[in-house]
């Protein structure tokens, strides 16, 4: 069984480009989530897919986009970017689907950001 | 507006003792809890988690208990080891909040296992 794996491991940017993050889910997980990590901080959530549509959505602006594709491997975009959007980029994948809420994601290993 | 609460950054342990990690929230819709362990340049990986119907869940050294009067749950690690040393994270997750499934984390706790 393969686990959440993310592309690319690090990625270094300057401000006001544009990035591409890639997650593949673990096998037979239907249930994408991204979450930002700031350094000392804990994850954050930014937004869920689920079916190819957006389940959901953290307190980040719209210059986060996301996209899920039919095997279920999704995509975090993050336009215009600035210096706070420095961190670790975090896909979670789980098998159910958002009604069951009591159910566990698993974490990829992310890919930390830095802008400069 | 910190929902989910862990205050203490950092525990050091003696190996072979108990490691005590803390958590608190503020959520009352909050219903399901879970911690993860995370190393430096990996992924949070998940450990144990604990439902409100319950007040305790046990895996192996591992066992989680939950006080929903109090809006408190602990992780309780016996024997400690020394490849227990990570940086604890506790989240939260509940019916009604906006995205069923999104988890609400702590701040972290860094756990120190000492030979």
């Known amino acids: 069984e393969t686990g959440v794996t993310q592309s690319p491991t690090h990625l270094i940017k300057t401000r006001g480009q544009q990035v591409t993050l890639r997650c593949s889910s673990q096998?037979?997980?239907?249930?994408v989530s991204w979450y930002q990590q700031a350094l000392g901080q804990g994850p954050q959530f930014i937004f869920q897919?689920?079916?190819?549509?957006?389940?959901g959505r953290g307190n980040f602006p719209p210059r986060f986009s996301g996209l899920q594709f039919p095997n279920y491997s999704s995509e975090l975009n993050v336009n215009a970017l600035e210096l706070d959007d420095s961190a670790l980029y975090l896909c979670?994948?789980?098998?159910?689907?958002?009604?069951?809420?009591?159910?566990?994601?698993?974490f990829g290993p992310g890919t930390r950001l830095l802008v400069l | 507006d910190q929902q989910v609460k862990q205050n203490s950054p950092s525990l050091s342990v003696q190996e072979g003792r108990i490691s005590i990690l803390n958590c608190d929230y503020t959520?009352?819709?909050?219903?399901?809890f879970l911690w993860y362990k995370k190393y430096p340049a990996e992924g949070p990986t998940f450990l144990i988690s604990?439902?409100?119907?319950?007040d305790k869940n046990e895996d192996g050294r591992f066992t989680v208990f939950l006080n929903k009067s109090a809006k408190h749950l602990s992780l309780h690690i016996v024997p400690s080891q020394p490849g227990d040393s990570a940086v604890y994270f506790c989240?939260?997750?509940?019916?009604?909040?906006?995205?069923?499934?999104?988890?609400?984390f702590g701040q972290g706790t860094r756990l120190t296992i000492n030979p």
């Open positions: 604990i439902s409100s119907i319950k």
């Open positions: 096998s037979g997980h239907n249930t």
């Open positions: 989240a939260a997750s509940g019916r009604g909040i906006q995205g069923a499934q999104k988890l609400v």
């Open positions: 897919y689920y079916r190819e549509e957006e389940n």
């Open positions: 979670a994948s789980s098998p159910l689907g958002p009604a069951n809420y009591q159910e566990t994601q698993y």
């Open positions: 959520n009352s819709m909050f219903d399901y």
